[in-house]
């Protein structure tokens, strides 16, 4: 079973657009994290917010996270067509492994 | 540094049939995870594994199977191959901390049962 559910499932922009997309999940965490992963390939790590975060910034990425609301949300600024890709968001409830939520695919038009 | 190395990249098997998949961690790395992705269930926990001992497993058959050697490098194995098992295999390790922190994943086995 997944711990997350993401949110819009698929979403298509222009370049330059920003993207957003959401997370939410079920049981306390210990921290949150986002991975990207072009088609077919491994999962490549973007951010990680702690449970005592809210808001956490990378280059172009801005992560925040609700643990009241048990949510988490991704921003991608001012995109380009190679961010085109499924984005994952994953928890670590302390168990020793990460729970992936089911991915927001991501389609940048040029 | 190398990243995470995983073999094979690409297999067929039939039903009924076992598969053996190697995954090399990067060095240093002690805690290696293994995932299976399929467009259905998403990405599915399958076990971690550190310093040679299983430290948790998720909710598969015991078709599936694994184990760490003393030097990282781990295997995992399926036996009895169902068509169902038709998927990407993820391997990821990370230093084994506590917590889970950042995981570094490999490029995948994509297994496909006839």
């Known amino acids: 079973s997944q711990q997350g559910e993401e949110d819009p499932q698929a979403l298509s922009i222009q370049e330059g657009e920003n993207a957003t997309m959401n997370c939410s999940y079920k049981?306390?965490?210990?921290?949150l994290q986002w991975y990207r992963q072009n088609s077919g390939r491994g999962l490549v790590h973007l951010i990680l917010?702690?449970?005592?975060?809210r808001e956490k910034h990378s280059g172009r990425l801005r992560v925040t996270l609700d643990t009241s609301k048990k949510s988490s949300s991704l921003l991608i600024t001012a995109s380009r067509a190679a961010d085109t890709a499924s984005y994952f968001c994953?928890?670590?409830?302390?168990?020793?492994?990460?729970?992936f939520g089911a991915g927001t695919t991501v389609t940048v038009r040029a | 540094k190398a990243g995470v190395t995983q073999t094979p990249r690409y297999l067929i098997k039939t039903r009924g049939q076992q598969v053996t998949l190697s995954c090399s961690p990067i060095s240093g790395h002690r805690s290696v995870s293994w995932y299976q992705q399929t467009p259905g269930q998403g990405l599915q926990f399958l076990f971690e594994?550190?310093?040679?001992?299983?430290?948790n497993k998720g909710n598969f058959p015991g078709r599936f199977s694994g184990r760490q050697f003393s030097n990282s490098r781990s295997e995992m194995n399926v036996s009895t191959l169902e068509l169902g098992d038709s998927a990407l295999y993820l391997c990821a390790s990370d230093r084994g901390a506590r917590n889970t922190g950042e995981l570094f994943f490999g490029e995948g086995s994509r297994l496909t049962v006839l």
């Open positions: 049981t306390s965490i210990n921290n």
């Open positions: 594994y550190f310093s040679e001992t299983q430290r």
């Open positions: 917010i702690r449970s005592n975060e």
């Open positions: 994953a928890t670590d409830a302390n168990d020793y492994k990460l729970s």
